[in-house]
């Protein structure tokens, strides 16, 4: 039992390339979420999918797109990255019992834009 | 609009000492309050939650956590530090039957030996 994995771990990108950030869970979970990290602003939401088949945008959605694959699959894809998306990024997935939600992070991944 | 703050941005302790970390939350009713620590180039932990029930929360490491509804409170307590304690400590809050997680600034912990 992995919990959530992220691939990869670095990547450095050039002003305008484009890449997919993976993320998948092994713990059944319906939802998944993708967060970014800046210094001194906590984690910010992107985008999540509550379940299979449906996303929604968060706080800071442009620039961004994503996939909800399958049960176990959420990517998120930049398409024509910016110095500004220069972040760590992390996903999770959450696990609802009744009206109680907690959510599990993976280990991120850290992305430089030059 | 709702939000968590984290008042204290840096805190540094003695190994051994005790340790208080601060969150403030502003939503319209109680939320879900959680919090996280994250060591050095590492992912999120969860550390404990609280949902409803008794205000003193038990969570890993031997950290607790108390909420205060007369000042919309969560604050992280450990009795005696130990150095790999050193990490930074994120509140978050869920409103009831949500599922977006607001996140404070972090607190960044470091101890002193």
């Known amino acids: 039992n992995a919990g959530v994995t992220q691939t990869p771990k670095f990547q450095v990108l050039k002003t305008g390339q484009s890449m997919t950030l993976q993320c998948a869970q092994d713990m059944n979970h319906n939802s998944m979420y993708w967060y970014r990290q800046d210094p001194g602003m906590g984690l910010r939401l992107i985008y999540y999918?509550?379940?299979?088949?449906?996303?929604d945008k968060g706080e800071v959605p442009n620039g961004y797109n994503v996939s909800r694959l399958n049960k176990r699959e959420f990517s998120l894809r930049l398409e024509s990255a910016a110095p500004s998306q220069t972040s760590v990024y992390f996903c999770?997935?959450?696990?609802?019992?009744?009206?109680?939600?907690?959510?599990?992070f993976g280990p991120g991944t850290r992305l430089l834009v030059l | 609009a709702q939000s968590v703050t984290q008042p204290d941005i840096h805190i540094t302790v003695s190994e051994g000492a005790s340790l208080e970390l601060r969150c403030n939350y502003s939503y319209g009713a109680t939320p879900y309050l959680f919090w996280y620590v994250q060591s050095p180039g590492q992912g999120l932990q969860l550390l404990l939650k609280?949902?409803?029930?008794?205000?003193l929360v038990q969570g890993i490491k031997g950290f607790e956590a108390e909420f205060k509804r007369s000042q919309s409170s969560f604050n992280l307590r450990k009795p005696s530090v130990h150095w790999s304690d050193a990490a930074e400590y994120f509140c978050?809050?869920?409103?009831?039957?949500?599922?977006?997680?607001?996140f404070g600034g972090g607190t960044r912990v470091l101890v002193k030996p």
């Open positions: 978050a809050a869920l409103k009831a039957a949500g599922n977006k997680l607001t």
């Open positions: 999918s509550a379940s299979e088949g449906t996303t």
């Open positions: 609280y949902f409803s029930g008794d205000t």
């Open positions: 999770a997935s959450s696990v609802r019992d009744g009206y109680e939600e907690t959510q599990y």
